[in-house]
């Protein structure tokens, strides 16, 4: 049971985690390292159409759609955000602002509809899915990418654990996100008819200078004003906690990338 933190309205666009903050561009390139290689992994082995059309939802700094544009030249790829300060000087990629909450696509026009790290932070996450099934043509695949923060609880380490259920609360409570919403994914996909559903799982650690280590850290710190201001942490957790992360003797798993695909039959 956690106490409200906020009275504010909650969303991502006035929360710590969006763009206006002047770390953040650097914070997404954090997410794009450390879960590139498993998005990679899934489109390195899809097979598409000739001329496939793609849609990257939330495409953040676009890593992900520069990279799709390369491995199928012939494609459309379609990069979209509400904030799309970070998605220029990407070759090969058509950028849209689009609120996927609220706006809309013709049904059936992308082979791929790809998502990642953004639904989990959308309150409105089940009719979004729904909606962005409808988008895909008959035979192409939506392709939901999303961060779970469920190992992080399993710590046993006392204040590990605390600062990540700090996090998770913090989450909720000013955004709305659902943290745990990515270990639902398969059977969210299975729930809308999709066929061939699979799904792999990247555990992402802490303390130990790797990319998931890296976007942990610049998650905290962006978040740290917060936490402070919310009462969540006091300055003494989060000093103990970058010690922690900085000892040798200490790495636990924080995170686990999702990825979760469907066919459209
Ligand atoms: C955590 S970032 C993930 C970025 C990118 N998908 C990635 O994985 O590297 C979430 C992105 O979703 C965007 N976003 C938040 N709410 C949105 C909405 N309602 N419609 C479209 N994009 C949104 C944010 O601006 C941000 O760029």
């Known amino acids: 049971m956690t106490t409200p933190v906020s009275t504010e ?23 794009e390292r450390a879960f590139d290689p498993l998005s990679h992994r899934f489109f390195e082995r899809l097979d598409l159409p000739d001329a496939p059309a793609i849609l990257d939802l939330g495409a953040g700094a676009g890593s992900l759609a520069g990279w799709l544009s390369q491995r199928y030249p012939d494609a459309t790829v379609t990069a979209t955000d509400i904030d799309t300060r970070f998605l220029v000087d990407i070759p090969g990629i058509k950028v849209m602002t689009h609120n996927v909450t609220t706006d809309d696509f013709h049904p059936a026009s992308f082979d791929v509809v790809h998502a990642r790290a953004l639904l989990c932070h959308l309150r409105e996450r089940e009719a979004i899915l729904t909606r962005a099934a409808t988008w895909v043509r008959p035979g192409g695949w939506l392709v939901i990418e999303d961060v779970s923060l469920q190992p992080s609880l399993r710590s046993t380490n006392p204040l590990f654990r605390k600062v990540a259920q700090a996090g998770i609360t913090l989450l909720e409570q000013s955004i709305g996100s659902d943290m745990f919403w990515a270990d639902t994914l398969p059977d969210r996909l299975r729930d809308r008819r999709l066929c061939n559903v699979d799904h792999r799982t990247l555990a992402g650690r802490i303390g130990d200078d790797s990319p998931a280590d890296t976007f942990w850290a610049a998650t905290t710190t962006q978040a ?23 000892d040798p003797a200490f790495t636990d798993t924080a995170l686990a990338f999702v990825s979760a695909w469907g066919q459209v039959p």
């Open 9 to 31: 309205q909650p969303g991502y666009t006035r929360s710590y985690l969006a763009d206006q903050h002047a770390g953040q561009l650097a914070r997404l390139q954090t997410l």
């Open 224 to 246: 740290a004003p917060s936490l402070l201001k919310l009462g969540l942490l006091t300055q003494h957790d989060l000093d103990r906690m970058a010690s922690l992360r900085a």
